[in-house]
């Protein structure tokens, strides 16, 4: 006898831009998801498991950080510059029609590099935040 759990599931409205959400659906029927709300469930997933590892640091940690964003965007003056005491360098690169791409070699004290990390994700010209500590 199968044993059925439901489990209540709140309903969200989100705006995603066409082109992302063009992606999204590429994505989905590329790697056999059911449904965009799936795609969703896994993204938010990872998002939280990757923010949960970001508070448990301690010390000094050394990190990747990769963002990409619009041509044009202000992201260096906003939160590299204000966080020197954590980049040691950075790779600028042109990627696609309108974006950018910067890789971030960073270095410090774990709630300064947290700081960091989450100045790069509120900037709202950033359009993605990849993290990967050493």
Do not use: W
């Not at 489990?7 to 082109?19: G, N």
């Not at 923010?51 to 003056?77: C, N, W």
């Not at 600028?92 to 700081?115: D, N, Q, R, S």
Request: charged share 25%.
């Amino acid at each position: 006898m199968a044993l059925l759990i439901r489990t209540c599931m709140s309903i969200v409205s989100l705006s995603i831009p066409k082109p992302l959400l063009e992606k999204v659906d590429s994505y989905l029927k590329e790697q056999g998801y059911a449904n965009r709300s799936e795609v969703l469930r896994q993204a938010l997933r990872s998002y939280i498991s990757e923010a949960k590892r970001l508070d448990e640091l301690k010390g000094t940690v050394a990190a990747t950080i990769t963002i990409i964003y619009q041509k044009g965007a202000s992201t260096r003056d906003d939160s590299q510059h204000h966080s020197s005491n954590v980049v040691l360098t950075f790779l600028h690169t042109h990627i696609e029609e309108g974006y950018c791409i910067e890789v971030i070699i960073a270095k410090g004290e774990a709630h300064l590099m947290k700081a960091f990390i989450e100045s790069l994700r509120a900037n709202k010209q950033v359009s993605e935040v990849k993290v990967t500590i050493l």
